[in-house]
């Protein structure tokens, strides 16, 4: 193994954060085990195929909230046939404890391949939904050109905790990739709405969170070039599918195969869910938002009545 791996590993062990307060100290050690795991198997796989990402242009992250339409909107760039986007799968405890570039590419392209063997599922409240899109590339490619990963909350959180945590992404990538950010936004009412009915998280402790994480992508938005941060929102891509994948193309630098785009479209649904007529808004808690909708330019036009 090598010292860098060796360290991280002894570092993350020593030091305690936020995501792993609430864990016990079983629960960490299992954690770091699966680590050492994940190393070995994948610096084994980087080392026999080491021509593998030679394509790779671009890392795509993205970064936003939970309930906010990121799962599809990663299968959508996964279904093309030089991307690969893994969904669920949080790099930063690699980057963390040391991987190399290669061993974190194979680990999410093997992510992606066992999701896209699975339907490309997602559980919902009481159902699985399958953003599976039939006859592309999903879990395989063509041309490897654009490879990351969504875990959009918990990427936000990672760089609200540790401002280092980009550089050390940018770090791992070299000079020869770029680091492309999308942020996958929804309608603030039905992000918070739908943690509640989701998870049961209390309503002012999901304002707080869903605009804390805004204050972290807002400082992220201001410090990268246009060309490098893109926002997707929900609403706009259910309602006008085509326009939207041919701009996300376009931000990747992946051309806009016309099947691709026809495909992508035809799973989607019509409109998004109004999760937010589901829970009890109060007058004042309803006032809350929309103040704090109104210091981000990338949340105007969200309403409750919209």
């Given at each position: 193994?090598?010292?860098?791996?060796?360290?991280?590993?002894?570092?993350?062990?020593?030091?305690?954060?936020?995501?792993?307060?609430?864990?016990?100290?079983?629960?960490?050690?299992?954690?770091?085990?699966?680590?050492?795991?994940?190393?070995?198997?994948?610096?084994?796989?980087?080392?026999?195929?080491?021509?593998?990402?030679?394509?790779?242009?671009?890392?795509?992250?993205?970064?936003?909230?939970?309930?906010?339409?990121?799962?599809?909107?990663?299968?959508?760039?996964?279904?093309?046939?030089?991307?690969?986007?893994?969904?669920?799968?949080?790099?930063?405890?690699?980057?963390?404890?040391?991987?190399?570039?290669?061993?974190?590419?194979?680990?999410?392209?093997?992510?992606?391949?066992?999701?896209?063997?699975?339907?490309?599922?997602?559980?919902?409240?009481?159902?699985?939904?399958?953003?599976?899109?039939?006859?592309?590339?999903?879990?395989?490619?063509?041309?490897?050109?654009?490879?990351?990963?969504?875990?959009?909350?918990?990427?936000?959180?990672?760089?609200?905790?540790?401002?280092?945590?980009?550089?050390?992404?940018?770090?791992?990538?070299?000079?020869?990739?770029?680091?492309?950010?999308?942020?996958s936004v929804r309608n603030p009412f039905d992000t918070v709405s739908t943690m509640n009915i989701r998870s049961g998280r209390d309503i002012v402790n999901g304002i707080d969170a869903y605009f804390?994480?805004?204050?972290?992508?807002?400082?992220?938005?201001?410090?990268?070039?246009?060309?490098?941060?893109?926002?997707?929102?929900?609403?706009?891509?259910?309602?006008?599918?085509?326009?939207?994948?041919?701009?996300?193309?376009?931000?990747?630098?992946?051309?806009?195969?016309?099947?691709?785009?026809?495909?992508?479209?035809?799973?989607?649904?019509?409109?998004?869910?109004?999760?937010?007529n589901k829970v009890n808004w109060s007058p004042e808690l309803m006032e809350t938002v929309k103040t704090r909708i109104g210091q981000f330019e990338f949340l105007q036009g969200y309403s409750f009545?919209?």
């Amino acid at each position: 193994m090598s010292q860098s791996f060796i360290s991280g590993i002894y570092s993350s062990l020593t030091q305690t954060d936020s995501r792993a307060a609430n864990q016990s100290l079983a629960e960490q050690v299992r954690s770091k085990a699966r680590l050492v795991k994940s190393y070995i198997r994948s610096y084994r796989w980087a080392r026999e195929k080491k021509e593998s990402f030679h394509d790779v242009q671009h890392y795509c992250l993205f970064v936003g909230h939970a309930r906010s339409g990121g799962s599809l909107l990663g299968a959508l760039v996964d279904a093309h046939p030089n991307a690969v986007i893994a969904d669920e799968v949080d790099i930063f405890p690699y980057l963390e404890a040391g991987f190399e570039r290669e061993q974190v590419f194979h680990i999410l392209l093997e992510r992606s391949q066992h999701q896209a063997k699975q339907g490309r599922l997602k559980a919902g409240r009481e159902t699985q939904h399958s953003f599976f899109v039939s006859g592309q590339w999903q879990g395989r490619y063509e041309t490897l050109q654009v490879i990351g990963n969504r875990k959009a909350g918990i990427s936000t959180q990672h760089l609200r905790q540790n401002p280092n945590s980009y550089n050390q992404l940018r770090r791992l990538l070299g000079e020869k990739i770029n680091l492309k950010v999308i942020f996958s936004v929804r309608n603030p009412f039905d992000t918070v709405s739908t943690m509640n009915i989701r998870s049961g998280r209390d309503i002012v402790n999901g304002i707080d969170a869903y605009f804390s994480n805004c204050e972290t992508i807002e400082v992220l938005r201001r410090s990268l070039p246009s060309t490098d941060f893109l926002a997707v929102r929900h609403e706009t891509l259910l309602a006008n599918p085509a326009n939207e994948l041919r701009q996300i193309c376009q931000f990747l630098a992946l051309p806009a195969l016309p099947d691709y785009i026809e495909a992508c479209s035809s799973i989607l649904y019509r409109a998004p869910s109004r999760s937010r007529n589901k829970v009890n808004w109060s007058p004042e808690l309803m006032e809350t938002v929309k103040t704090r909708i109104g210091q981000f330019e990338f949340l105007q036009g969200y309403s409750f009545e919209d």
